[in-house]
Antibody, heavy 120, light 106 residues
Framework: QVQLQESGPGLVRPSQTLSLTCTVS??????????WSWIRQPAGKGLEWIGR???????NYNPSLKSRVTISVDTSKNQFSLKLSSVTAADTAVYSC????????????WGQGTMLTVSS | SYELTQPPSVSVSPGQTASIPCSGD??????ACWYQRKPGQSPVVVIY???KRPSGIPERFSGSNSGNTATLTISGTQAMDEADYYC?????????FGGGTKLTVL
């Protein structure tokens, strides 16, 4: 079955750019009517959608983060990535990648999540 | 920006029915889905397109959506249902989550 696994640095300095990668296994990132998203959850708070990308490269971003976010896809590696620029302590959170189903309108498969801390 | 509002907490006795509301402007005109998240685990979708259950989700989970409110209902609540529940909908190609509701079974 399809599995998602996030990878990243764990710690980023303030004002720098956060970079995370999600590796998709057990299926092709190009197959089916799916999109691929990043979602984060600060400690003690709710889920926040960051954005999504289709295998074609088409993207949608959360308007509140749009000026700082770039999501890209590498179909040859079966991966998609997140870059978030000018990070502050407010960006400290567990970052998860997830597969979205166009037919469901829901995120049906999630990665386990990776903790990212912004600190000097 | 579009917002979804959930109560921070709901309590229910074992075997009773739990109802978790999610409110948003004209939410009934959109599809709502619900996620269950237990500590240390990834979220699991329990309801999509307002009322549909993915395979493997128990029949005691059901959903409705009308007017400004979507509701997740858990009939015959079990201790294993204690978790955080999040509603989610799409607004102009943007996914929006509710703030989450902690369901306590006591």
């Amino acid at each position: 079955q399809v599995q998602l696994q996030e990878s990243g640095p764990g710690l980023v300095r303030p004002s720098q750019t956060l970079s995370l990668t999600c590796t998709v296994s057990g299926g092709s990132i190009s197959s089916g009517t799916y999109y691929w998203s990043w979602i984060r959850q600060p400690a003690g708070k709710g889920l926040e959608w960051i954005g999504r990308i289709y295998s074609s490269g088409s993207t949608n971003y959360n308007p509140s983060l749009k000026s700082r976010v770039t999501i890209s896809v590498d179909t040859s590696k079966n991966q998609f990535s997140l870059k978030l620029s000018s990070v502050t302590a407010a960006d400290t959170a567990v970052y998860s990648c997830a597969r979205g189903s166009s037919s469901w309108g829901a995120f049906d498969i999630w990665g386990q999540g990776t903790m990212l801390t912004v600190s000097s | 920006s579009y917002e979804l509002t959930q109560p921070p907490s709901v309590s229910v006795s074992p075997g009773q029915t739990a109802s978790i509301p999610c409110s948003g402007d004209k939410l009934g005109d959109k599809y709502a889905c619900w996620y269950q998240r237990k500590p240390g685990q990834s979220p699991v979708v329990v309801i999509y397109q307002d009322t549909k259950r993915p395979s493997g989700i128990p029949e005691r989970f059901s959903g409705s959506n009308s007017g400004n409110t979507a509701t997740l209902t858990i009939s015959g609540t079990q201790a294993m249902d204690e978790a955080d529940y999040y509603c989610q909908a799409w607004d102009s190609s943007t996914a929006v989550f509710g703030g989450g509701t902690k369901l306590t079974v006591l």
